[in-house]
Protein backbone atom coordinates (compact mmCIF):
# COMPACT_ATOMS: atom_id res chain seq x y z
CA UNK A 1 0.00 0.00 0.00
CA UNK A 2 2.99 2.25 0.56
CA UNK A 3 3.37 2.68 -3.20
CA UNK A 4 -0.60 3.20 -4.29
CA UNK A 5 -0.35 0.19 -6.39
CA UNK A 6 -3.03 -2.26 -5.76
CA UNK A 7 -4.17 -6.07 -6.60
CA UNK A 8 -7.62 -7.90 -6.60
CA UNK A 9 -7.09 -10.67 -5.02
CA UNK A 10 -10.41 -12.05 -5.12
CA UNK A 11 -14.10 -10.94 -6.38
CA UNK A 12 -17.62 -12.86 -5.71
CA UNK A 13 -20.06 -11.83 -7.75
CA UNK A 14 -23.85 -13.12 -6.72
CA UNK A 15 -26.11 -11.77 -9.86
CA UNK A 16 -29.81 -11.86 -11.17
CA UNK A 17 -30.03 -12.76 -14.50
CA UNK A 18 -33.85 -14.52 -13.96
CA UNK A 19 -34.02 -17.86 -15.75
CA UNK A 20 -30.80 -17.86 -17.58
CA UNK A 21 -30.52 -19.04 -21.39
CA UNK A 22 -26.96 -20.18 -21.27
CA UNK A 23 -25.54 -19.74 -17.91
CA UNK A 24 -22.24 -20.38 -19.08
CA UNK A 25 -22.51 -17.24 -21.68
CA UNK A 26 -23.97 -15.36 -18.68
CA UNK A 27 -21.04 -15.50 -16.51
CA UNK A 28 -18.72 -14.79 -19.23
CA UNK A 29 -20.60 -11.44 -19.80
CA UNK A 30 -20.46 -10.69 -16.12
CA UNK A 31 -16.98 -11.07 -15.69
CA UNK A 32 -16.19 -9.59 -18.88
CA UNK A 33 -17.96 -6.22 -17.34
CA UNK A 34 -16.66 -6.61 -13.84
CA UNK A 35 -13.50 -6.52 -15.34
CA UNK A 36 -13.93 -3.53 -17.52
CA UNK A 37 -15.57 -1.67 -14.21
CA UNK A 38 -12.51 -2.62 -12.61
CA UNK A 39 -9.84 -1.15 -15.20
CA UNK A 40 -12.53 1.72 -14.99
CA UNK A 41 -12.10 2.46 -11.64
CA UNK A 42 -8.42 1.88 -11.22
CA UNK A 43 -6.68 2.44 -14.05
CA UNK A 44 -8.66 4.17 -17.08
CA UNK A 45 -7.98 7.54 -16.70
CA UNK A 46 -8.00 10.21 -19.69
CA UNK A 47 -6.02 12.77 -19.29
CA UNK A 48 -6.13 16.29 -21.76
CA UNK A 49 -4.12 19.21 -22.65
CA UNK A 50 -4.43 22.13 -21.55
CA UNK A 51 -6.27 23.44 -25.24
CA UNK A 52 -8.32 19.95 -24.62
CA UNK A 53 -6.09 17.32 -26.87
CA UNK A 54 -6.02 13.99 -25.27
CA UNK A 55 -3.06 13.05 -24.41
CA UNK A 56 -3.97 9.25 -23.29
CA UNK A 57 -5.58 8.03 -26.66
CA UNK A 58 -3.00 4.46 -26.90
CA UNK A 59 -2.77 1.51 -25.21
CA UNK A 60 1.00 3.38 -24.54
CA UNK A 61 -0.74 6.07 -22.62
CA UNK A 62 -4.16 4.56 -21.77
CA UNK A 63 -3.96 1.16 -19.38
CA UNK A 64 -6.88 -1.02 -19.79
CA UNK A 65 -7.55 -4.16 -17.80
CA UNK A 66 -5.36 -7.60 -18.83
CA UNK A 67 -5.74 -10.61 -17.78
CA UNK A 68 -2.85 -9.99 -14.73
CA UNK A 69 -5.95 -7.69 -13.43
CA UNK A 70 -8.21 -10.70 -13.34
CA UNK A 71 -8.04 -11.45 -9.24
CA UNK A 72 -6.81 -15.01 -8.47
CA UNK A 73 -9.95 -16.35 -7.03
CA UNK A 74 -13.30 -15.11 -8.98
CA UNK A 75 -16.28 -16.26 -8.26
CA UNK A 76 -19.40 -15.60 -10.09
CA UNK A 77 -22.97 -17.17 -9.44
CA UNK A 78 -26.15 -16.83 -10.62
CA UNK A 79 -29.60 -16.23 -8.37
CA UNK A 80 -32.21 -19.31 -8.54
CA UNK A 81 -35.19 -18.84 -8.28
CA UNK A 82 -35.20 -15.67 -10.33
CA UNK A 83 -37.97 -15.08 -12.85
CA UNK A 84 -38.73 -12.40 -15.51
CA UNK A 85 -41.93 -13.08 -16.48
CA UNK A 86 -41.63 -10.68 -19.39
CA UNK A 87 -38.12 -11.54 -20.49
CA UNK A 88 -37.69 -14.53 -23.22
CA UNK A 89 -38.05 -17.46 -21.19
CA UNK A 90 -38.13 -16.24 -18.09
CA UNK A 91 -34.63 -14.32 -18.74
CA UNK A 92 -33.15 -10.91 -18.26
CA UNK A 93 -30.08 -9.43 -20.40
CA UNK A 94 -26.79 -9.45 -19.13
CA UNK A 95 -24.87 -6.78 -21.26
CA UNK A 96 -23.09 -4.60 -19.49
CA UNK A 97 -24.88 -4.18 -16.26
CA UNK A 98 -22.36 -5.76 -14.11
CA UNK A 99 -19.87 -3.21 -15.09
CA UNK A 100 -21.04 -1.36 -12.22
CA UNK A 101 -19.70 -4.17 -9.49
CA UNK A 102 -16.13 -2.65 -10.61
CA UNK A 103 -16.97 0.02 -8.44
CA UNK A 104 -16.92 -2.42 -5.36
CA UNK A 105 -13.00 -2.53 -6.37
CA UNK A 106 -12.71 1.77 -5.67
CA UNK A 107 -14.71 1.22 -2.25
CA UNK A 108 -12.40 -1.55 -1.04
CA UNK A 109 -9.56 1.21 -1.89
CA UNK A 110 -10.94 4.35 -0.09
CA UNK A 111 -11.79 1.73 2.49
CA UNK A 112 -8.22 0.43 2.97
CA UNK A 113 -6.52 4.51 3.17
CA UNK A 114 -9.19 5.20 5.66
CA UNK A 115 -7.53 2.94 7.66
CA UNK A 116 -4.87 5.41 7.66
CA UNK A 117 -6.76 7.96 9.80
CA UNK A 118 -9.18 9.18 7.42
CA UNK A 119 -11.34 9.33 4.65
CA UNK A 120 -10.07 9.65 1.30
CA UNK A 121 -12.52 12.80 0.22
CA UNK A 122 -9.42 13.85 -2.53
CA UNK A 123 -9.79 10.49 -3.93
CA UNK A 124 -11.56 10.12 -7.47
CA UNK A 125 -12.42 7.32 -10.28
CA UNK A 126 -10.19 6.59 -11.58
CA UNK A 127 -8.26 5.64 -8.47
CA UNK A 128 -5.03 5.40 -10.12
CA UNK A 129 -1.49 4.13 -8.14
CA UNK A 130 0.10 8.10 -8.18
CA UNK A 131 -3.79 9.35 -6.87
CA UNK A 132 -3.81 6.86 -4.34
CA UNK A 133 0.32 6.65 -3.65
CA UNK A 134 -0.33 11.13 -3.00
CA UNK A 135 -3.60 10.22 -0.52
CA UNK A 136 -0.96 8.13 1.32
CA UNK A 137 1.77 10.95 1.37
CA UNK A 138 -0.73 13.46 2.65
CA UNK A 139 -2.08 11.07 5.71
CA UNK A 140 1.96 10.46 6.77
CA UNK A 141 1.98 14.31 6.57
CA UNK A 142 -0.70 15.09 8.70
Known amino acids: MLTGRTTLDSAHILHDC ?20 VGWVT ?3 LVYQDKGRLLSSSPATYKIPTIGDIPEEFHIELMEGCMNELGIKRSKAIGEPPFIYGESVFFAITDALS ?15 EKIWRVIERNKKQ
Open 18 to 37: ASSINPMVDIGQIQGAFIQG
Open 43 to 45: TEE
Open 115 to 129: SLGSYPDELSIPATP
